[in-house]
C-alpha cells in the first residue's frame, strides 16, 4: 500500500455507468437468509471444454479452523499448521559474501543477496537432466519479484541519506530536497529491486534453498535486457527505446518494481512492472521535454512534478544525484540534457512498463515483451491453454481508475513448446493483439482493441499516436481513447482451473473517485467505514470474475459477476454485501491465484483500512461460477463535501459462500501485506510471501531512532534481530496433508 502515491492520472471522460436501472427484484435478506443457497461444494463445475488440465476442483471442503483477526507480531496459521523462513531480504546466495548483518552494513553487493519486498512469485521443478520439468522432482527454483520500493532506509545504518538543505533522511514518495545522494547507497538501491531466483532442495518433507546453487542469480534494476515486439512495429518500438546506453534502442537495462508475475504454458517466468514511473527525475531548471513526451509522462505519473523548465523537483530517489558522467546515476536524470535522444536518457522512461520474461532456468537474457503493454502492470495470468488455439493473457493496471487489458497471441498452442524458454517467448509474446475491457451495467462486457487503425485512437486529440508501436507504449491513452471502464485499483489475475473463468482483485479506490454518485455496475460501492479507521469510497475493495463468450481466449464478449465484497463485519448489510463474519472479513484484497492441486481460490491482502482491528491475511475460498448470484441493488451512503448523499447502484453479485467457503487461513506480522503464493505439485506445500513487516518504521536521525513496528522475522528466530525483513515462508501441516482441504 505504501508503493502508491497518489497516482490517479486518469483524467480522460471514460465514465462510470451512472444509469440508474429497475430496482432488483431479490433482496440482500433474501440473500443473506440463503435464497439463493450456499454453493455446494460437490456442485463445482468442472471444464470439460478445456480439456488438458491437470486440475480438480476441491473433493471435499475447506477443514482448517479459521484464524481470527490479529495484530500480533508474527504469522498466525490454523491449528495443524506450521511454517519455516526460507529466504528473508539480504540472505546471501553465494557464501563468498558476508550473512546478512541486517545493521544496514552491506557493501555493493546486493546482486548476490536476496533482494528486498518479496512479491509475486513461482516454482519450477528441476527434471534430471538439469532443465525445466513438468513432473515433481526434489529440486527446483523459486524465482521470487521484489517489489521493493521508496522505503530503503533498511538498509542504510542510518537510514536514506539526502545531503539536501533540509536534511531530510527520506521520502516516500516525497520531493527529495535534492542534495548529493552517496554513491554505495544508491547502488545498494538499485540491486536489491528486480527478481531473485534461487535452487531449492527438498529433504524429507521440507524445502530449504541452495547457497552457491548454479541457479542462483538475480535480476536487477541494472542487468541488460532485450526489448521485444512485433517484427512490423520493431523499428519504430526502437525509436522510442534510444538512449545514450544503447543508441540503437534495442536493449535496455534492468527491471523495477516487480509486484505480481505471470508463469507462462512454456515454464518461464513474467516479472511484471508496476511502480516504475517514481524512480526518474527532473532536477531544477532542467530543459523541458517536448509537449507529447511531457503528456505521456503525465499519464503515468512520470515525475509528475517536473514536466516543465520550472521544475522544482520530482518524486523519486535521487538515484541521478551521485554523479553526471557514470550513467548507472545519470540514466535517472531523464531531462534533455543533449542535442538528442541519443546523448541522453530522457527515454529511460519508456524501458520500463513491461512484463519481463525470464528463464529462471537459465541465465539467458530477459526480454521486456512491448505488445503486452506499458502500463502500471500488477500481473499477467495465462488463461487455460487450449491446444491449437491462441493464449490470452490478463493484466491488470494498478492505479487509481485504470484498466483491465488482455493479450491475446498470434500464434497458436503447441505442447511442443513446454520447456521452450525464451524462444518459446518470441513465438508467443511478441505478435499479438492487445485489448482493454469495457463492462457494460448490464452484466456484459467486451474486449476492444487497441489498434492504430481504430479511428477513436489514431485521431485522439489529447495524445497524437506516431504509430502501433506508440499505442502499445502508451496504451493507458489508447485505452482512454475507446472508453475503456475505469476500474477501483486492478490488482492480480487468477484463473480458476476448474472452469476457465477469469477472478481480479479491485483493491479499494477512494473517495475522490467513487461516491454515491460516482460508481457504476462493477465499481459499485460508494460508502463510509464508520469505525476506527474511517476510509471513503471503496476502502475495502472487491473481487470481480469474468467468463469469455464460449471460453475462448479470442473472445470479445464476456459476462461478469463479483465473486466477493471485502468488508469488516460490523459494517451495515449495505456495505458487507457478501455476508462476511469474523471469519472471513478483509479488506483490499490484492494477491489471488487458484491452486492447481487443489482448486483453492486464495485471497491475500494489502490493506490499510481494517489495519486497526488485524493485520494483512490470507484466505481460503471455494467458489462458484459467473452468475451463481444474483442482481442486487446497493443502498450507497456517504457524506460528501459536508452533505449526506444516498443512491442506489445495480450490480450482480456471486452467490454467498459464507463461513463453509471462505475462511481466514493466516493473518501477517504487523505492517506487512500478504502476497505471492505458490505450491508443489502434490499440494502439500506453500510458499507465500510477508512483504515488508514493519512498514511504518520510520528513520530519522540515527540507527538508535530507528522504531520498528516489527522485529519479524528476527522474533520469530529466523537471523538477526532488530530490522524486519520480507520473507517467503514455507507452510506445511504437521500431518502431512494436503493444505486446506
Ligand atoms: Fe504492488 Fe498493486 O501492488
Ligand atoms: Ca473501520
Ligand atoms: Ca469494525
Ligand atoms: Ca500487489
Given at each position: 500500500m505504501?508503493?502508491?502515491?497518489?497516482?490517479?492520472?486518469?483524467?480522460?471522460n471514460n465514465e462510470?455507468f451512472?444509469?440508474?436501472?429497475?430496482?432488483?427484484?431479490?433482496?440482500?435478506?433474501?440473500?443473506?437468509?440463503?435464497?439463493?443457497?450456499?454453493?455446494?461444494?460437490?456442485?463445482?463445475?468442472?471444464?470439460?471444454?478445456?480439456?488438458g488440465?491437470?486440475?480438480?476442483?476441491?473433493?471435499?471442503?475447506?477443514?482448517?479452523?479459521?484464524?481470527?483477526?490479529?495484530?500480533?507480531?508474527?504469522?498466525?496459521?490454523?491449528?495443524?499448521?506450521?511454517?519455516?523462513?526460507?529466504?528473508?531480504?539480504?540472505?546471501?546466495?553465494?557464501?563468498?559474501?558476508?550473512?546478512?548483518?541486517?545493521?544496514?552494513?552491506?557493501?555493493?553487493?546486493?546482486?548476490?543477496?536476496?533482494?528486498?519486498h518479496?512479491?509475486?512469485?513461482?516454482?519450477?521443478?528441476i527434471?534430471?537432466d538439469?532443465?525445466?520439468?513438468?513432473?515433481?522432482?526434489?529440486?527446483?527454483?523459486?524465482?521470487?519479484?521484489?517489489?521493493?520500493?521508496?522505503?530503503?532506509?533498511?538498509f542504510?545504518?542510518?537510514g536514506?541519506?539526502?545531503?539536501?538543505v533540509?536534511?531530510?533522511?527520506?521520502?516516500?514518495?516525497?520531493?527529495?530536497?535534492?542534495?548529493t545522494?552517496?554513491?554505495?547507497?544508491?547502488?545498494?538501491?538499485?540491486?536489491?529491486?528486480?527478481?531473485?531466483?534461487?535452487?531449492?532442495?527438498?529433504?524429507?518433507?521440507?524445502?530449504?534453498?541452495?547457497?552457491?546453487?548454479?541457479y542462483?542469480?538475480?535480476?536487477?534494476a541494472?542487468?541488460?535486457?532485450?526489448?521485444?515486439?512485433?517484427?512490423?512495429?520493431?523499428?519504430?518500438?526502437?525509436?522510442?527505446?534510444?538512449?545514450?546506453?544503447?543508441?540503437?534502442?534495442a536493449?535496455?537495462?534492468?527491471?523495477?518494481?516487480?509486484?505480481g508475475?505471470?508463469i507462462?504454458?512454456?515454464?518461464?517466468y513474467?516479472?511484471?512492472?508496476?511502480?516504475?514511473?517514481?524512480?526518474?527525475?527532473?532536477?531544477?531548471?532542467?530543459?523541458?521535454?517536448?509537449?507529447?513526451?511531457?503528456?505521456?509522462r503525465?499519464?503515468y505519473?512520470?515525475?509528475?512534478a517536473?514536466?516543465?523548465?520550472?521544475?522544482?523537483?520530482?518524486?523519486?530517489q535521487?538515484?541521478?544525484?551521485p554523479?553526471?558522467?557514470?550513467n548507472?546515476?545519470?540514466?535517472?536524470?531523464i531531462?534533455?540534457i543533449?542535442?538528442?535522444?541519443?546523448?541522453?536518457?530522457?527515454?529511460?522512461?519508456?524501458?520500463?512498463?513491461f512484463n519481463?520474461?525470464?528463464?529462471?532456468?537459465?541465465?539467458?537474457?530477459?526480454?521486456?515483451?512491448?505488445?503486452?503493454?506499458?502500463?502500471?502492470?500488477?500481473?499477467?495470468?495465462?488463461?487455460?491453454?487450449?491446444?491449437?488455439?491462441?493464449?490470452?493473457?490478463?493484466?491488470?493496471?494498478?492505479?487509481?481508475?485504470?484498466?483491465?487489458?488482455?493479450?491475446?497471441?498470434?500464434?497458436?498452442?503447441?505442447?511442443k513448446?513446454?520447456?521452450?524458454g525464451?524462444?518459446a517467448?518470441?513465438?508467443?509474446?511478441?505478435?499479438?493483439?492487445?485489448?482493454?475491457?469495457?463492462f457494460n451495467?448490464?452484466?456484459?462486457?467486451?474486449w476492444?482493441?487497441?489498434?492504430?487503425?481504430?479511428?477513436?485512437?489514431?485521431?485522439?486529440?489529447?495524445?497524437?499516436?506516431?504509430?502501433?508501436?506508440?499505442?502499445f507504449?502508451?496504451?493507458?491513452?489508447?485505452?482512454d481513447?475507446?472508453?475503456?471502464?475505469?476500474?477501483?485499483?486492478?490488482?492480480w489475475?487468477?484463473?480458476?482451473?476448474?472452469?476457465?473463468?477469469?477472478?481480479?482483485?479491485l483493491?479499494?479506490?477512494?473517495?475522490?473517485?467513487?461516491?454515491?454518485?460516482?460508481?457504476?455496475?462493477?465499481?459499485?460501492r460508494?460508502?463510509?467505514?464508520?469505525?476506527g479507521?474511517?476510509?471513503?469510497?471503496?476502502p475495502?475493495?472487491?473481487?470481480?470474475?469474468?467468463?469469455?463468450?464460449d471460453?475462448?481466449?479470442?473472445?470479445?464478449?464476456?459476462?461478469?459477476?463479483?465473486?466477493?465484497?471485502?468488508?469488516?463485519e460490523?459494517?451495515?448489510?449495505?456495505?458487507?454485501?457478501?455476508?462476511?463474519?469474523?471469519?472471513?472479513?478483509f479488506?483490499?484484497?490484492?494477491?489471488?491465484?487458484?491452486?492447481?492441486?487443489?482448486?483453492?481460490?486464495?485471497?491475500?491482502t494489502?490493506?490499510?483500512?481494517?489495519?486497526?482491528?488485524?493485520?494483512?491475511?490470507?484466505?481460503?475460498a471455494i467458489?462458484g461460477?459467473?452468475g451463481?448470484?444474483?442482481?442486487?441493488?446497493?443502498?450507497?451512503?456517504?457524506?460528501?463535501?459536508?452533505?449526506?448523499v444516498?443512491?442506489?447502484?445495480d450490480?450482480?453479485?456471486?452467490?454467498?459462500?459464507?463461513e463453509?467457503?471462505?475462511?481466514?487461513?493466516?493473518?501477517?506480522?504487523?505492517?506487512?501485506?500478504?502476497?505471492g503464493?505458490t505450491?508443489?505439485?502434490?499440494?502439500k506445500?506453500?510458499?507465500?510471501?510477508?512483504?515488508?513487516?514493519?512498514?511504518?518504521?520510520?528513520?530519522?536521525?540515527?540507527?538508535?531512532?530507528?522504531t520498528?513496528?516489527?522485529?519479524?522475522?528476527?522474533?520469530?528466530?529466523?537471523?538477526p534481530?532488530?530490522?524486519p525483513?520480507s520473507?517467503?515462508?514455507v507452510?506445511?501441516?504437521?500431518?502431512?496433508?494436503?493444505?486446506?482441504?
Amino acid at each position: 500500500m505504501a508503493h502508491h502515491p497518489d497516482d490517479n492520472t486518469n483524467v480522460s471522460n471514460n465514465e462510470h455507468f451512472n444509469d440508474v436501472l429497475a430496482q432488483a427484484s431479490i433482496s440482500r435478506r433474501s440473500l443473506f437468509k440463503g435464497g439463493v443457497g450456499l454453493l455446494a461444494v460437490g456442485s463445482l463445475p468442472m471444464l470439460a471444454a478445456c480439456g488438458g488440465s491437470s486440475s480438480s476442483a476441491p473433493a471435499a471442503g475447506l477443514a482448517f479452523t479459521a484464524v481470527g483477526k490479529s495484530i500480533l507480531d508474527n504469522v498466525i496459521l490454523p491449528p495443524g499448521y506450521t511454517y519455516t523462513v526460507l529466504h528473508a531480504t539480504g540472505d546471501r546466495l553465494v557464501s563468498s559474501i558476508p550473512a546478512y548483518s541486517n545493521l544496514g552494513t552491506e557493501t555493493d553487493e546486493w546482486s548476490m543477496r536476496v533482494g528486498d519486498h518479496h512479491d509475486g512469485m513461482d516454482f519450477y521443478y528441476i527434471g534430471a537432466d538439469g532443465k525445466y520439468s513438468t513432473k515433481p522432482t526434489d529440486r527446483a527454483v523459486l524465482a521470487v519479484n521484489h517489489e521493493s520500493s521508496a522505503d530503503a532506509h533498511f538498509f542504510h545504518p542510518n537510514g536514506q541519506t539526502s545531503n539536501g538543505v533540509n536534511g531530510k533522511k527520506f521520502s516516500q514518495f516525497g520531493n527529495w530536497d535534492l542534495g548529493t545522494r552517496p554513491a554505495l547507497e544508491v547502488l545498494k538501491e538499485i540491486n536489491h529491486h528486480g527478481v531473485s531466483v534461487v535452487e531449492l532442495r527438498k529433504s524429507d518433507t521440507s524445502w530449504t534453498y541452495v547457497v552457491d546453487s548454479l541457479y542462483n542469480r538475480r535480476v536487477t534494476a541494472q542487468t541488460p535486457v532485450r526489448i521485444a515486439g512485433p517484427a512490423a512495429h520493431m523499428d519504430d518500438i526502437k525509436n522510442f527505446m534510444v538512449t545514450a546506453f544503447d543508441t540503437t534502442g534495442a536493449t535496455a537495462r534492468g527491471t523495477l518494481n516487480n509486484c505480481g508475475h505471470g508463469i507462462t504454458p512454456w515454464g518461464t517466468y513474467l516479472a511484471c512492472e508496476e511502480n516504475w514511473a517514481v524512480y526518474f527525475n527532473m532536477p531544477v531548471g532542467s530543459n523541458a521535454v517536448d509537449a507529447k513526451t511531457a503528456e505521456s509522462r503525465r499519464r503515468y505519473g512520470v515525475a509528475r512534478a517536473a514536466l516543465s523548465a520550472t521544475a522544482t523537483s520530482g518524486s523519486g530517489q535521487g538515484w541521478y544525484t551521485p554523479s553526471e558522467t557514470d550513467n548507472r546515476f545519470s540514466r535517472w536524470n531523464i531531462a534533455p540534457i543533449g542535442s538528442g535522444a541519443a546523448d541522453d536518457f530522457r527515454n529511460e522512461p519508456n524501458t520500463f512498463g513491461f512484463n519481463v520474461e525470464i528463464d529462471p532456468l537459465t541465465n539467458g537474457t530477459p526480454a521486456k515483451r512491448v505488445a503486452m503493454g506499458r502500463f502500471a502492470h500488477e500481473a499477467a495470468v495465462f488463461g487455460l491453454p487450449v491446444v491449437g488455439k491462441p493464449l490470452a493473457v490478463y493484466q491488470g493496471c494498478d492505479s487509481r481508475n485504470e484498466y483491465i487489458y488482455k493479450f491475446v497471441s498470434a500464434a497458436n498452442w503447441d505442447e511442443k513448446d513446454i520447456g521452450g524458454g525464451m524462444a518459446a517467448g518470441d513465438k508467443y509474446l511478441n505478435e499479438g493483439k492487445l485489448y482493454a475491457a469495457k463492462f457494460n451495467a448490464d452484466g456484459t462486457g467486451t474486449w476492444i482493441e487497441l489498434t492504430i487503425t481504430d479511428p477513436r485512437i489514431s485521431g485522439y486529440a489529447t495524445y497524437s499516436f506516431a504509430n502501433q508501436a506508440d499505442v502499445f507504449i502508451n496504451a493507458r491513452h489508447a485505452a482512454d481513447a475507446v472508453g475503456a471502464t475505469k476500474m477501483d485499483r486492478p490488482e492480480w489475475g487468477a484463473v480458476n482451473p476448474a472452469n476457465g473463468e477469469i477472478y481480479m482483485t479491485l483493491t479499494n479506490n477512494s473517495s475522490a473517485n467513487r461516491t454515491p454518485g460516482k460508481t457504476d455496475a462493477v465499481n459499485p460501492r460508494g460508502y463510509a467505514d464508520a469505525d476506527g479507521k474511517k476510509g471513503t469510497g471503496n476502502p475495502n475493495g472487491h473481487i470481480i470474475r469474468w467468463k469469455e463468450k464460449d471460453n475462448l481466449s479470442t473472445a470479445t464478449a464476456f459476462n461478469w459477476d463479483i465473486f466477493l465484497f471485502g468488508a469488516e463485519e460490523d459494517m451495515p448489510a449495505n456495505v458487507n454485501l457478501s455476508g462476511l463474519t469474523a471469519k472471513n472479513s478483509f479488506s483490499s484484497p490484492d494477491g489471488l491465484w487458484f491452486s492447481k492441486a487443489t482448486g483453492i481460490c486464495w485471497i491475500q491482502t494489502d490493506d490499510g483500512a481494517y489495519t486497526d482491528e488485524t493485520n494483512c491475511m490470507l484466505l481460503a475460498a471455494i467458489p462458484g461460477k459467473v452468475g451463481d448470484g444474483s442482481k442486487i441493488s446497493v443502498e450507497n451512503k456517504m457524506v460528501v463535501s459536508g452533505t449526506e448523499v444516498t443512491a442506489k447502484q445495480d450490480t450482480f453479485i456471486g452467490a454467498a459462500l459464507g463461513e463453509a467457503n471462505l475462511r481466514r487461513f493466516l493473518v501477517a506480522p504487523k505492517g506487512a501485506e500478504v502476497t505471492g503464493i505458490t505450491e508443489t505439485a502434490d499440494g502439500k506445500t506453500i510458499f507465500v510471501n510477508i512483504q515488508h513487516p514493519g512498514e511504518n518504521t520510520t528513520a530519522i536521525g540515527t540507527a538508535t531512532d530507528f522504531t520498528h513496528t516489527s522485529q519479524w522475522p528476527g522474533n520469530a528466530g529466523y537471523g538477526p534481530k532488530g530490522r524486519p525483513r520480507s520473507a517467503t515462508i514455507v507452510i506445511t501441516r504437521t500431518d502431512g496433508g494436503v493444505i486446506g482441504l
